[in-house]
C-alpha cells in the first residue's frame, strides 16, 4: 500500500534507515565505549559502571569463556537474570564472542527451563543465585557443560553485598538452597578474565544475535531468531524517530522492564547504550516504593513499561511527588496502553505516554506514535521507517484503506524465522514474504494504526504472552480433570488475566486445588486467576472448543 504515513511524521524523521550502518552489535558497542568511555551506563542498588568499566568486564568475561570454556561463534548461551549489572556484562561479553543469547525468565519452571534449554541446544547458562535451584532440579533432564552462579552483590562493595546477601538470603528467604557441584562463580570468572588476552572474532550483521522465546498456537515456545541486523535495524529505526527528543549522552532512562524481555533489550539496553544514556536498573519493580526511591535519586529523562507498570505508579502515593521535569520520553508497550491510564500519567507528569507497538519477531517496534503528539490518540501509532504495512483478509488479500484485516509486516527488523523449525516460519509469513502478526487492525487517512482484536487466542498478561494450550496442556494432566480451555479475561491491573473452564470427573477438585497444581508446572503470570467449573464445554461439530463462546 502507498506510504501514507510518511506525512505524519515528525519533522526531521526519515522515510528510510541504514539497517547495515554497523557490521554487528559489537560494532556498535565499541563505538560508544569510545565515545562515552567515562560515562555512566549502569545503575543498580547504589553503583554504576562506566562505559568503559562495561568495556572492561564484559572483555574480562569473553576471555574467560573464549579460553576455559572454549565456546565458539554461534554456539548458544543462556542469561537468567532480573535487571542486575551482570547482565550487561554478559549480555556484551557473549557477544562479543559472536555467541547467540538465549534469554530466559528467571521465574520460569523446571519444564519451562528444560524445553527452552533444549530446543536452543544452549550448554552454557548464567543464572543468579536466586534462581540457581531451578537450573539444579532441571540437570535430572537436561545436560549443562557450563553453569555460572552470580549473587546480587557481586559487583557491589563486600561489606554491602555481604549485608544484601544475608538480608536476601535469611531475612526474605528469596535464596533457596541448592547445590550444583560444577558451578562456577560470575565473580571467580571476571577475575581470572581480567588476567586473560582475548582473540578477537569476527562477526556479521547476518549472524544470530538471539534466539528470542516466544510462544505459538500450539503451546511450545519458538525461538525467533534475531541477526545483528534485525536489531541494528530497530535501534537506527529508534534513533531517527527520537532524534529531536533525545541528546546523545545526556539522557537517563529508568528501566524497570525485564532486559530478557524484547521490548526492554531493544529499548533500554541497546539503543540507549547507543545513544550514551545512562540505563537505571530496577531489579524488582513489584516493589514500587523501592522502584519509586531509586527513581527518586536520578533527573530522570525517560521511561519505557506496559500499562500496568505506568498504573501501580499512579496509584503509588510516592510518586506524584517525583520531579518530571527533566522527563521526555515515555514509551508504553506490550500491551495496550489504557486511555485511563494514559491521561492521568499527563495530568501527572506533563508528559504524553507514547504507545508503540511491536513483537518479538519484529526485534521488536512496528509502529510508534510521533514524538510531537499532545496527547494519547488511542492508536499504536506510524509504521517506522524503512517499515511496510498492509493490511489482510482471510485469503491475504489486501482490504482497503480504514478496513480491518490482519496487520502484516515487511522490513529490516523483522526474523529470518523460527529455529529449528521451518513449518511454524512457513505458517508466520505469506508467499509474499509478509510477516502475519495475528493481530487485527485498520489504518486511518493519516497512516495511524488502531488494533482491533487479536486473531490468534493468545492471552496478553501485563506484557507477556500465554498461550491457552499451554496451560491446557498442564490443567488436562491433574487427576480428575477431564477437560479444560482457557480464555483471557479484562483485569483491570494487567489487561487480562487467564481464566480456566474446567470439566471435572471429581467433584472435590476446587479453584485453589487447581490453581495449586498449575503453580507446580507455570510461571505466575500463566497461572489461571479465575476458574469456573462447568458441566461441558461448547464446541464445533468436528469437537473443537469454542473459545470466543466462553469469553
Not at 562506566?50 to 565456546?71: M, N, P, V
Not at 519484529?362 to 488511542?378: A, D, E, R, W
Not at 489504518?443 to 494504526?449: I, L, N, P, R
Amino acid at each position: 500500500m502507498e506510504k501514507i504515513w510518511l506525512k505524519s511524521y515528525s519533522p526531521g524523521v526519515p522515510a528510510e534507515i541504514n539497517p547495515d550502518h554497523y557490521s554487528s552489535l559489537i560494532d556498535m558497542f565499541e563505538e560508544s565505549c569510545r565515545k562515552y568511555r567515562d560515562s555512566p551506563a549502569f545503575y543498580s542498588l547504589g553503583v554504576t559502571l562506566t562505559y568503559q568499566e562495561i568495556d572492561f568486564y564484559s572483555r574480562a568475561f569473553a576471555a574467560y569463556l573464549q579460553t576455559h570454556f572454549k565456546l565458539k561463534k554461534g554456539d548458544r548461551v543462556a542469561l537468567m537474570m532480573p535487571n542486575v549489572l551482570q547482565y550487561p556484562i554478559a549480555l556484551f561479553g557473549a557477544l562479543r564472542l559472536g555467541l547467540t543469547i538465549v534469554n530466559v525468565n528467571p521465574l520460569y519452571t523446571v519444564p519451562e527451563l528444560v524445553h527452552q534449554l533444549k530446543d536452543a541446544g544452549a550448554e552454557t547458562i548464567i543464572v543468579l543465585e536466586n534462581f540457581a535451584h531451578t537450573v539444579e532440579d532441571a540437570l535430572s533432564e537436561i545436560k549443562l557443560k557450563n553453569i555460572i552462579v552470580t549473587q546480587v552483590g557481586d559487583l557491589l562493595p563486600p561489606f554491602k553485598a555481604k549485608l544484601i546477601q544475608f538480608f536476601l538470603k535469611y531475612i526474605r528467604r528469596k535464596i533457596p538452597a541448592w547445590t550444583i557441584s560444577n558451578a562456577i562463580s560470575f565473580k571467580k570468572i571476571l577475575e581470572e578474565g581480567e588476567k586473560l588476552n582475548f582473540s578477537h572474532v569476527e562477526i556479521n550483521n547476518t549472524d544470530i544475535a538471539f534466539l528470542q522465546y516466544t510462544g505459538g498456537t500450539t503451546g511450545v515456545a519458538k525461538g525467533a531468531m534475531l541477526t545483528h541486523r534485525n536489531i541494528l535495524s530497530n535501534i537506527e529505526q529508534a534513533t531517527a524517530w527520537f532524534h529531536s527528543l533525545l541528546t546523545p549522552g545526556k539522557e537517563i532512562i529508568i528501566t524497570a522492564l525485564p532486559l530478557y524481555h524484547i521490548f526492554s533489550l531493544t529499548a533500554n539496553s541497546l539503543f540507549f547504550f547507543k545513544l550514551g544514556g545512562l540505563n537505571v536498573l530496577i531489579a524488582n519493580p513489584r516493589n514500587l516504593p523501592d522502584m519509586i526511591s531509586e527513581m527518586k535519586k536520578f533527573k530522570f529523562t525517560g521511561i519505557t513499561g506496559v500499562n500496568t507498570l505506568f498504573n501501580g505508579l499512579l496509584h503509588a502515593p510516592a510518586f506524584s511527588k517525583l520531579d518530571f521535569s527533566h522527563l521526555k520520553l515515555t514509551l508504553g508497550g506490550g500491551m495496550a496502553v489504557q486511555r485511563a491510564v494514559a491521561e492521568k500519567w499527563q495530568a501527572v507528569t506533563k508528559e504524553p505516554l507514547l504507545e508503540a507497538y511491536g513483537l518479538t519477531e519484529t526485534s521488536p517496534c512496528v509502529t510508534i506514535n510521533p514524538v510531537n503528539l499532545h496527547s494519547y490518540n488511542g492508536t499504536i501509532g506510524l509504521p517506522v521507517p524503512s517499515t511496510d504495512v498492509c493490511f489482510l483478509d482471510e485469503d491475504e488479500k489486501e482490504v482497503p484503506l480504514g478496513k480491518a484485516g490482519e496487520l502484516a509486516v515487511k522490513g529490516p527488523q523483522v526474523m529470518s524465522g523460527y529455529w529449528n523449525n521451518p513449518n511454524e516460519t512457513a505458517k508466520a509469513f505469506t508467499k509474499d514474504g509478509w510477516f502475519l502478526t495475528g493481530d487485527i487492525a485498520a489504518m486511518d487517512e493519516k497512516g495511524f494504526v488502531r488494533i482491533l482484536e487479536r486473531k490468534k487466542d493468545m492471552i496478553l498478561v501485563s506484557g507477556f504472552n500465554v498461550y491457552p494450550s499451554e496451560v491446557e496442556d498442564v490443567l488436562t494432566s491433574m487427576p480428575g480433570i477431564a477437560e479444560a480451555a482457557v480464555v483471557g479475561v479484562y483485569d483491570e491491573n494487567s489487561t487480562e488475566a487467564v481464566k480456566a473452564f474446567i470439566v471435572a470427573t471429581d467433584p472435590a477438585i476446587t479453584k485453589e486445588d487447581v490453581i495449586h497444581f498449575a503453580k507446580k508446572s507455570l510461571t505466575g503470570y500463566k497461572v489461571p486467576k479465575y476458574v469456573e467449573f462447568c458441566k461441558e464445554l461448547p464446541k464445533t461439530n468436528v469437537g473443537k472448543i469454542l473459545r470466543r463462546a466462553l469469553r
